[in-house]
């Protein structure tokens, strides 16, 4: 549930106050080390310490649409905390993560409260799971920014929030060793959400029976689970080829509510072109979509 404390410390530290709950809800950060992107000799310059002094990390390598770095230490993680459009996605093909961490803020925002923090330093810890085995990152709010100066891959959020450039980031460390946003381009929801949650995935098909299918989703977001779709690449509009949503509802009806993470509804759109939500027949769910994609937490 909501509300629950979150408690980073080293292994030096004891907490005695948290709750049973707590506990339970994986609040309690216990960091012997960190996630070590470049080296393991602690005497080198790029060696990330569990000492918090502002240190200035090594960054990833950008793609070519980004032109530098600049720094966003001045930004709040979480103002109002984490929700469903706080996602933006940037000019790097992130969907796929981006989706997961918007749907899992839409259903249950207290996996991403825990996932991310400020150490008061102008640096960050970010939680992972490896294997079901939980892997913390440090890193500096150091971003890839475009030639003007705005951010070039995921946004702040409406609220002017970092966390979601601050995880994506860390992702680009964490994903295949590679220290590279260009090693975050294209991937499936259901690794991210076994990396992100520490929980297990489902991944069904949307082939058969329409009947079927609306009843999968509708069950499974009644139940409270995070959905995702993931499109074929020569989709129809308004849905964008080879891309990811959100599932945010289902009607009575079988129309769908999805959420595009562009934060913009894409190649159509409804009254509100910004708002990055369409509705769509469960028909044209399964014309346009391979999978929906589901984080059983």
Not at 187 to 214: C, F, H, K, P
Not at 249 to 257: F, G, M, Q, T, W
Not at 278 to 283: F, G, K, Q, T, V
Request: negative net charge.
């Amino acid at each position: 549930g909501e509300g629950f404390d979150s408690f980073w410390y080293d292994s030096s530290d004891v907490v005695s106050d948290a709750s049973t709950a707590e506990n339970t809800a994986n609040s309690l950060h216990r960091i012997t080390s960190f996630y070590q992107p470049w080296t393991s000799n602690p005497s080198s310059s790029n060696y990330v310490p569990l000492t918090v002094d502002g240190q200035n990390f090594a960054d990833p390598t950008i793609t070519s649409y980004a032109s530098h770095y600049s720094n966003f230490a001045n930004r709040e993680v979480f103002v109002n905390g984490a929700d469903y459009n706080d996602i933006r996605q940037g000019a790097v093909g992130d969907c796929y993560y981006v989706v997961s961490l918007s749907s899992l803020a839409d259903t249950d925002p207290q996996i991403i409260h825990q996932m991310v923090t400020s150490l008061g330093d102008g640096t960050y810890a970010v939680r992972f799971y490896r294997s079901g085995q939980e892997v913390y990152l440090r890193i500096d709010a150091d971003l890839p920014v475009f030639s003007n100066g705005s951010l070039a891959y995921a946004k702040l959020s409406p609220q002017g929030e970092l966390w979601v450039p601050i995880v994506e980031k860390a992702y680009a460390h964490f994903r295949y060793n590679q220290n590279s946003y260009q090693s975050i381009s294209g991937g499936w929801m259901d690794t991210v959400y076994r990396e992100v949650s520490g929980g297990s995935t489902q991944w069904r098909y949307t082939s058969g029976s329409i009947a079927n299918l609306a009843s999968y989703i509708r069950g499974y977001l009644n139940a409270g689970y995070s959905l995702t779709l993931g499109s074929y690449s020569k989709a129809s509009s308004p849905v964008v080829g080879s891309h990811a949503y959100v599932i945010k509802s289902i009607d009575a009806n079988n129309n769908v509510l999805v959420y595009n993470p562009w934060g913009v509804d894409g190649r159509s759109w409804d009254s509100n072109p910004y708002d990055g939500l369409l509705i769509l027949s469960i028909d044209q769910i399964q014309d346009n979509f391979l999978a929906v994609v589901t984080a059983l937490v």
